[in-house]
């Protein structure tokens, strides 16, 4: 068995909406079919007892080891503890070669996975060993390590159950909530409102509290001290028991409760001094202490925090109760379950020494032995929720102090008696206000209920209603995507949005390009839903990448499909008819919004069965008004566009608009067929999406195809009176359509400039040539620099083929190179010739033909 082109499909795809990690791999002949492997499926479960049940399908015949690898993926990461469900294997045309799909939650998981499973399907086959327990530990260890920690990941659970799109912008807790202009961001329990203003002040334990003083918060007596004399010394000025800690600490790092002699003092403004160039020493207020989370301007959750404890039973020592505490599966490092395990460290033993006791030490049943003087969770502490329990004035104070901080979410740290009267009753007090607070006390508290901490977050960045999303218009299809992507992008540009968008010329906000090269893949469309200047997108939807990557969106407002036709790379990534390429097309249609629609071509019987995969709405297109689809859908009262007379209707019931053609400069009053056909596709998206029809219509008025709008797309000049027409057409469909539109202009002459892709089948690099060969008087072959994988000659060579018996070309020439071939075509023009240039280097090519009339002109 051999593994290869391991791809992660990072959006919804041709297989599912889940993420998933696709892979090819090559079987043996025995290998597809394991039943011929003695002892192999035995063996296999011997080694992996979870894995799933082996079945054979009618689709697949025998269970091959494929099959097997794709269980095993599956399997592992389930037993990993990720929630997986799904996954497939599939026949490829080529005898032997499956295609295997797993779903991932975190795709370095997803790929260790495979990697797992490869070594076990290997070691069923040649009855070697195989680690279970280590993998299970290794796939743990990294799902651990980089999936969104508890609070991250709350704010993004409930970002998620309010249909908010969210994407992780680093492999930590940066996270991306919304598309474009309505995007918001948080870093863990910050926010894009948490200003470095108030994250500064929060930091700075004093600051903080003459800030709260002066409005009026009880918070502990104190001052900042400059050596362990001077810790002694305030200690001294304010009696009792003091309280020493960083200036700027955080997670209760060097912070020491309770002190009382000048040793105690001193020690512990040297571990402070450790965390911080600046040591506060306050008076130690008595009291329990307490956690409480203000988010906006709520108090949100509570929680009573307990230090890091053991409690004696009288037969073990102090270390065997800490490591039985230890033991609590809930109990891990780090932030990534519920508990943290107990620490301990020098500060465990200090701290016991304090109340005399060692390591060793046997406690009596029922005493209480504290490990660390501070509640913080991540040292070990616990925390009971008290959310129903705080007092409204004490809910007050809290508030307060983070308004006066500035801090949008703030922990704020009291320490009091009880949270169930006033602060000021019980000499209680705010110890300090912190900025990207903890959840986790609130989520999964130790004693008590969690809160919906990450649910009030979201609420706090998003009103009611608001899902962060902008506006999404995907367009696939084999011809004319460009063009209906560019016009779709102008007429909402004219309906005052800024629109981002991708093609296959490069990457646009509003009129400005911001990438360039073939841009219609999902990492394009991504980086515009990036974009802070973006309040409607248009994508450009190509069937590569579909299938390297998956979309780039959950989920769009419109789906449009112009067509399914042959030529579109057909025999790539397995897509070898045009049914598997419909089924490709189809992924952005299967993922319409519930309240979007799919725009779909009435004339094309491949589009028009995709009608049935949409959960939205559906809106359907055609030339001919009478199409029977067509006439079914609007009878049913649902939206159509259509041409009737000299204008493009759009209608549902008794209801419609026109748009003339004439107003339509693209369509050429109507007569360039292919392009009424792009702008009825761009017509119906943007009234969808609600564009009203007075902006729809001059919209399309406004838009005209020459080479700075759109490169390429039957861009029409003028060389010394004879007509030009450039265009990037491809395919044997695109050709079929600029001959209909060139049959329809006047010509005493025509020509035509090809050369072919060198990455297509030859039947329709063939095929280009013979339905060229049947309008066109005179075509120049050219051969590009790079022929995709072509040896020299060969392309020309399909092409002289297919004018083979050519019925109207009176003569055929070969040039090396595209911008000798255009000019070799330019000088043979006369006045009223046309002559149709099939550029392949767009931008280049364009421009040298800009530069030859200019010189006509000079």
Known sequence: MEVSRIRALRGPNLWSRHTAIEAIVTCTEAERDIDSIPGYETRLRNLFPEMGFLEADGHMGASSVAQALELAALGLQACAGCPVTFSRTAKTIEKGVFQVVVEYTEEKVGRLAF????????????DGPFDLAGALARLRELDEDVRLGPSTGSIVQAAVARGIPYRRLTEGSLVQFGWGSKQRRIQAAETDLTSAVAEAIAQDKELTKNLLRAAGVPVPLGRSVT???????????????????????????????????????????????????????????????YRLLVVGDKLIAAARREPPLVIGDGQRTIRELVDHVNSDPRRGVGHATSLTKIRF????????????????????????????????????????????????????????????????????????????????????????????????????????????????IVANMFKPGEDGRIPVIAVAGTNGKTTTVRLSAHILGVAGNRVGMTNSDGVYVGKRRIDTGDCSGPRSARNILLHPDVDAAVFETARGGVLREGLAFDR??????????????????YISTVEDLAVVKRVIVQN??????????????????????????????????????????????????????????????????????????????????????????????????????ETIIAGAASFVNDAANAPGRFN???????????????????????????ESMPAKRRSVVISGAGDRRDEDIREQTRILGKVFDDVVLYQDDCQRGRADGEVLALLQEGLVGAP??????????????????????????????????????????????AETKA
């Open 556 to 573: 769009c407002d419109v789906a449009v499909v112009t067509n399914i036709g042959m030529g579109d790379h057909l025999g790539l990534s």
């Open 227 to 289: 050596s362990a004399e001077d810790a002694w010394q305030a200690a001294k000025e304010l009696g009792g028991l003091v309280v020493v800690k960083p200036r700027d600490g955080n997670q209760g790092k060097g912070v020491a409760v309770k002190l009382r002699t000048k040793d105690e003092v001193m020690n512990a403004f040297r571990v402070a001094e450790e965390i911080s160039d600046d040591v506060l020493v306050e008076r130690y207020l008595p009291g329990h202490d």
């Open 808 to 853: 109207r070309t009176k003569s055929i020439c070969e040039i090396r190179g595209e911008f000798t071939a255009i000019d070799s075509a330019l000088q043979k023009l006369e006045s009223g010739d046309l002559c149709l240039i099939l550029i392949d280097q767009v931008e280049e090519a364009l421009e040298h033909i800009a530069k030859r009339i």
């Open 115 to 126: 990697e797992l499973a490869t070594e076990l399907c290997r070691a069923a086959e040649t």
């Open 345 to 456: 460290d020098e500060i465990a033993v200090a701290t016991l020494a304090k109340q005399g006791y060692e390591a060793g030490s046997v406690p009596p049943k029922g005493k209480r032995v504290i490990l660390r003087n501070n509640a913080n969770l991540s040292t070990g502490g616990t925390a009971t929720d008290v959310t129903d329990d705080v007092h409204p004035e004490v809910a007050e104070r809290a508030i307060a102090a983070a308004k006066n901080i500035g801090l949008d979410i703030c922990g704020v740290d009291v320490v009091c008696e009880s949270v169930l009267e006033p602060l000021e009753a019980q000499s209680g007090g705010i110890v300090e206000a912190n900025a990207a607070p903890g959840l986790r006390m609130h989520l999964q508290p130790s004693y008590g209920k969690g809160r919906p901490v990450g649910e009030a």
């Open 592 to 693: 319409v919004k519930s309240s979007g629609t799919a725009v779909l071509n009435a004339a094309d019987p491949m589009v028009v069965k995709m009608a049935s995969a949409c959960p939205g709405s559906v809106l359907f297109f055609a030339a001919d008004q009478y199409n029977h689809v067509l006439v079914t859908h609007r009878v049913q009262g649902h939206r159509v566009v259509f041409v009737d007379d000299d204008a493009i209707v759009a209608a549902q019931g008794s209801e419609e608009f026109r748009v003339p053609l004439a107003g339509i400069p693209i369509t050429r009053n109507g007569v360039i067929s292919f392009q009424v056909e792009n702008a009825m596709a761009a017509i119906a998206a943007t009234w969808a999406l609600g564009v009203p029809p």
């Open 716 to 742: 029409v000049f003028d060389y010394k009176g004879a007509t030009l027409i450039a265009d990037y057409g491809h395919n044997p469909d695109a050709i079929l359509a600029l001959v209909q539109a060139v």
